[in-house]
């Protein structure tokens, strides 16, 4: 497709203009190997949870997998006014692991006590530039992970294949909800578990578990797809019926509070894909859809079109516009990326 080939191109991000900008991250363990296992997973989550607070991003949702993960985020844009020296030092000293606080301390102090204040806004804009920023939190993470991973296992090296991907997500109406169901039903469509509360390495599972900063990601989701405010014990149920599936609640609910209804098999889904139905958007998400991880942007059709003509020097001049409708879903949503094969899995 024009526009996608050849040389690799700068990621794509939200155009100047959002005031706030939504991301589903993935990034896969090189040659997909098996290796993240129970303490992994637990370090990957204590360290995505301070570069969130470092980068001043917010995690929606995620799900950490034994050979990669899924990361929903939000990125504000960078404020107006400036960080001062002694926050910045702060929230470097909330980074465990790490020694550079003090050293970069002592060097703006040793830099504004001499006058040489374009030599301390040099240093203090190389840490700057990771924040508030999808790729610097990204880098960091992935980074700092493979460090404390490398020196438990005594090896060296890259754990993660090439560049994380990435896909710009609506935040408004059930676009978001939508990504944050497929990212935590992972685990159900691995076979791991039959409820995704009961993942642990999950933002439903954390939330489920009390966990505040997962409540708080899952209640800005639901908040989004409903246009309302509402409690987080609220959110969290109007969620579990969303990542169950729109209308499981009318069917009914176990002693348990599990849905009575379990839906379509894989191989009833796949028949009606094959021959070119339009599967209900319940459905359509337990199978694994390329266009959540590959679309580019996801969205509605104004969405995906403001993006692209926002974005429009980064397509050749064939492609006329931007909003491909998303194969085989009853639900009005699209992509930037028409996925001619195999969109599902």
């Not at 006590?113 to 203090?124: I, N, W």
Request: charged fraction near 30%; charge should be positive.
């Amino acid at each position: 497709m024009v526009g996608w080939v050849g040389m690799r191109k700068p990621r794509l991000k939200a155009p100047p203009s959002f005031p706030v900008a939504y991301y589903h991250c993935l990034s896969r363990v090189v040659d997909r190997q098996y290796v993240l296992g129970e303490e992994e997973k637990e370090q990957f989550v204590r360290l995505m949870r301070e570069y969130e607070r470092f980068c001043g991003i917010r995690i929606i949702t995620y799900c950490i997998m034994s050979n990669h993960f899924h990361i929903l985020l939000e990125v504000p844009e960078k404020p107006k006014e400036k960080m001062t020296d002694e926050e910045l030092v702060k929230r470097l000293r909330g980074l465990s692991g790490m020694n550079s606080a003090g050293t970069i301390g002592q060097q703006l102090g040793w830099f504004r006590e001499r006058g040489q204040e374009e030599a301390a806004e040099v240093l203090k804009a190389r840490v700057l530039e990771r924040m508030w920023d999808v790729s610097g939190f990204m880098k960091l993470l992935k980074q700092r992970f493979t460090q404390w991973y490398n020196r438990r296992k005594g090896r060296k090296g890259t754990l993660w294949e090439e560049r994380f991907r990435s896909v710009l997500v609506e935040g408004a109406g059930d676009v978001m909800a939508t990504m944050a169901g497929y990212i935590d039903l992972n685990p159900v469509r691995a076979g791991l578990v039959e409820d995704p509360g009961e993942y642990r390495w999950s933002g439903y599972g954390a939330a489920m578990g009390g966990g505040k900063a997962a409540r708080l990601g899952i209640e800005l989701a639901m908040r989004a797809a409903s246009g309302r405010e509402m409690s987080v014990e609220e959110a969290l149920k109007e969620y579990r019926v969303w990542v169950y599936g729109q209308g499981e609640e009318t069917e009914g609910l176990t002693e348990e509070g599990r849905p009575i209804r379990k839906g379509f098999t894989r191989e009833e889904v796949m028949k009606v894909v094959e021959e070119k139905g339009r599967l209900p958007l319940r459905d359509y998400l337990r199978l694994r859809v390329r266009y959540f991880a590959d679309g580019a942007v996801l969205g509605t059709r104004n969405f995906v079109k403001e993006v692209f003509v926002s974005l429009r020097e980064r397509f050749g001049p064939r492609r006329k516009d931007g909003a491909r409708r998303l194969k085989g879903v009853k639900a009005d949503l699209y992509s930037l990326r028409a996925l001619r094969v195999n969109p599902l899995r």
